[in-house]
Nanobody, 123 residues
Framework: QVQLVESGGRLVQAGDSLKLSCAVS????????MGWFRQAPGKEREFVAL????????EYADSVKGRFTISRDNAKNTGYLQMNSLKPGDTAVYYC????????????????WGQGTQVTVSS
């Protein structure tokens, strides 16, 4: 059974940095794109970033471009999201995800999800 466990979320102040981690078990991720999404209260879940299996391609939502960096360590079966210059609008539950099938990189391909980690940015 594949499990994704996010960690690193907490309360921070505007302008701070935070790094989220996503540890994957039950599957070797080296052939799978990894993605990060977020859901703010009262809003739908939205795409944040993705990184392909060999880290050769990354994609970001316009709202986080230049502030967030997605990365991965296939040897550790773990993905990361480095978040800099955080804003109150970044407050949300952050989820990592992978597709069921390998070598997919579409934003709508993600269907295996973690439980999420709360990031709260105070002004």
């Amino acid at each position: 059974q594949v499990q994704l466990v996010e960690s690193g979320g907490r309360l921070v102040q505007a302008g701070d940095s935070l790094k989220l981690s996503c540890a994957v078990s039950g599957r070797t991720i080296s052939s799978y794109t990894m993605g990060w999404f977020r859901q703010a209260p009262g809003k739908e879940r939205e795409f944040v970033a993705l990184i392909t299996w060999s880290s050769g391609y990354t994609e970001y939502a316009d709202s986080v471009k230049g502030r967030f960096t997605i990365s991965r360590d296939n040897a550790k079966n773990t993905g990361y999201l480095q978040m800099n210059s955080l804003k109150p609008g970044d407050t949300a539950v952050y989820y990592c995800a992978i597709p069921t099938r390998p070598y997919l990189q579409r934003r709508d391909a993600f269907d295996v999800w973690g439980q999420g980690t709360q990031v709260t940015v105070s002004s």
